[in-house]
């Protein structure tokens, strides 16, 4: 399970990555880019949730 939080986590990172690369070259952000990080970041806390009880 700490594999697939590992994976979750750089998928943020990279994602996160990608929108300051953009915000840096003078683009605005979509709106739907923000649904990404949030959903990204539910999908980590619930994989982090579902460790923590299993263990």
């Known amino acids: 399970m700490p594999f ?4 979750v ?9 990608g929108l300051l690369w953009m915000v840096r070259r003078g683009r605005k952000i ?4 923000y649904l ?3 959903g990204l970041n ?11 009880v299993a263990r």
């Not at 986590?9 to 990555?17: D, E, H, I, K, N």
């Open 4 to 7: 697939v939080l590992g994976i």
């Open 9 to 17: 986590g750089l998928l943020l990172l990279a994602y996160a990555a």
């Open 30 to 33: 979509p709106p739907a880019a």
């Open 36 to 38: 990404g990080v949030v």
């Open 42 to 52: 539910g999908v980590l806390i619930a994989a982090l949730l579902a460790w923590a």
